[in-house]
């Protein structure tokens, strides 16, 4: 049976009859980067806090590690780490005195961590310097080394490159794929910047109205977006005989609607028609397609799916 | 627990509100004796006693206890610490029993300055007084101002001076509750600052009406516990710290039964 991080079974959230979420079941596998993409509303915030504990379900069920139960998920939440909405930050206290401070909270004996934890955000030279007086940049890292103590098997993050400059982006995005790589950590983050997290996740999670729009894999997002012809024709094994014979490619792929996508030649439409309708091929649709995250994001919440 | 107690009581050592509140109530309490030392020699005048009750410890915790409960638990809803506690696998129950614990420690220490003082000041054998108004460690002071202490009697005031801390820390657990509750330090020690002043208003009822008393009496905001002296016997003290501690835990009780289920934003 495949293990789960985190699962949740038909969860619904409602406030005075709204509603947040609803019916929303997910898995999560281990050693995954899962993208949250949805507007403004769409429940990825009432997600995560329902899932850290912070807010109650209105029904179903959640599953933290296979355990269920709120006695159990409270013990396994100590293998949580999060960052939502905004960091927990104390801010009268320096970076290194805030990460002491949540270490104590957390149990964790090492004091070496904090000074590890802040070389690995970038904020090992903040010195005394107190939270209150950081960027919004240096706060986004410093809550993230807060998220990673005690190194957490789920890590849960809201927007968590919201002001950071791009050299910032690029070294957190680096931070979580690494940590991905070599702790098999899991991660579910959410974020309106769309092409970062097309560059981070492995997994998406598309909701919309607090409903789970789609659950997509890297590969079959970029199956999805990647550009390429689009053939229908009623006879779909000449025409890939004809790919293959007069074109001399096999990058392309029979769908189970019997629609061909070629990836080759996307820059000579008129030469690769010329060739199927010299072989004899009734074309009934010959287009190109393909989509970027965002594009493809607005097409599963607008209803329709292209590609 | 332990995990969430020290972690307070590092936030705690950390804080410059909390230096400033020891060092207020430490110069309240200077004021306080120092007024009350002057009254009778005549160095001021009689009417000035309504101002040296301002810096009475009475008067100052009701305001700076629940600024402590502000700071310290509003405070951690602002930073989300409480949340980051939760989120790591602390019940609700822990997080309200770790804090009121640590609120019970801050409020007794920035009462200490007051059992110092006064302990110093009834060591000196001189004379205090401030009039009528007199409570807690000024009503102590004022009480027992000129006696010579024996050995036995040191250990009598100490424990009176521990009993009304505890006494001063049950009643305060209330702005436990209203911290969870209302999240909001102004509204905290507006709402607490309004009940000391109506509970002082009770003691007045409680004087005239037997019934009305004894009810009253069962928490600690009655029962003459903050006025105990060296007369007191050691059915006053228990009495005391037992409706203390009883008050204490309903209170939390209480807490947990409002912060139980509640949405933490």
């Known amino acids: ?307 | 627990m332990v995990n969430l107690i020290r972690a307070d009581l590092f936030k705690l050592r950390k804080s410059m509100a909390f230096k400033i509140l020891v060092g207020i109530t430490t110069a309240s309490a200077l004021l306080m004796v120092m007024m009350a030392y002057w009254i009778p020699q005549g160095k001021i005048e009689a009417s000035m006693t309504g101002i040296g009750f301002m810096f009475s410890d009475v008067n100052m915790i009701s305001i700076l206890g629940a600024v402590i409960a502000g700071i310290f638990i509003c405070g951690d809803f602002d930073t989300k610490t409480i949340h980051d506690a939760i989120t790591t696998g602390h019940s609700r129950g822990t997080v309200i029993v770790s804090k009121a614990i640590v609120f019970g420690c801050a409020v007794a220490f920035i009462l200490l300055p007051y059992a110092i003082i006064t302990g110093i000041a009834l060591g000196s054998g001189s004379k205090f007084n401030m009039g009528s108004v007199a409570v807690g460690f000024l009503h102590l002071l004022t009480s027992e101002a000129g006696t010579v202490f024996s050995a036995s009697e040191i250990w009598k005031l100490l424990a009176i001076m521990m009993t009304l801390i505890i006494v001063y820390v049950a009643q305060l657990s209330i702005c436990v509750p209203l911290a969870f509750v209302l999240k909001k330090p102004v509204l905290v020690v507006a709402i607490y600052y309004g009940f000391s002043i109506l509970t002082a208003q009770l003691m007045g009822i409680a004087n005239s009406s037997p019934m009305f008393d004894r009810i009253f009496s069962c928490t600690p905001y009655g029962g003459n516990y903050t006025f105990l002296t060296l007369d007191a016997v050691a059915g006053d003290f228990i009495k005391a710290i037992a409706v203390s501690l009883a008050f204490i835990i309903l209170i939390l009780a209480v807490t947990f039964a409002l912060f139980r289920k509640s949405e933490m934003k």
Request: proline share 4%; hydrophobic share 40%; charged share 20%.
């Open chain 1, 1 to 307: 049976m495949k293990q789960y991080v985190l699962k949740t079974n038909s969860l619904t959230k409602s406030y005075n009859g709204a509603y947040a979420l609803r019916d929303l079941s997910i898995a999560l596998e281990p050693g995954k980067i899962y993208g949250l993409i949805g507007q403004n509303g769409a429940g990825k915030s009432t997600l995560m806090r329902m899932v850290a504990g912070l807010a109650f379900p209105t029904a179903g069920s959640i599953e933290l590690f296979g355990q269920s139960g709120e006695k159990d998920l409270q013990a396994e939440r100590k293998r949580l780490g999060c960052m939502i909405e905004y960091p927990s930050i104390t801010p009268n206290l320096s970076a290194k005195d805030n990460l002491t401070l949540h270490r104590i909270l957390r149990g964790i004996p090492s004091e070496t961590i904090e000074n590890e934890l802040l070389t690995l955000v970038g904020l090992s030279d903040t010195g005394k310097k107190k939270a209150k007086n950081f960027s919004l940049g240096m706060k986004q890292r410093l809550g993230i080394a807060i998220a990673l103590l005690g190194d957490p098997e789920l890590l849960i993050l809201d927007e968590p490159i919201n002001g950071l400059d791009p050299l910032g982006v690029v070294e957190i995005r680096n931070l979580l794929i690494k940590l991905c790589e070599e702790r098999h950590m899991t991660i579910l983050i959410s974020s309106h910047n769309l092409p970062e997290l097309y560059q981070v996740a492995t997994d998406y999670l598309i909701i919309h109205q607090g409903k789970l729009m789609q659950s997509i894999t890297l590969a079959e997002l970029e199956e999805s977006c990647k550009h390429h012809f689009l053939i229908n024709c009623d006879q779909p094994e000449k025409l890939v005989s004809v790919l293959e014979v007069q074109l001399d490619t096999i990058n392309y792929k029979v769908m189970p609607d019997k629609t061909v996508k070629l990836y080759d030649y996307l820059g000579e439409q008129e030469f690769v028609a010329k060739t199927l309708y010299e072989n004899g091929i009734a074309v009934s649709n010959f287009s190109i397609q393909g989509d970027t995250l965002e594009d493809y994001f607005i097409s599963v919440i607008g209803g329709g799916l292209n590609g």
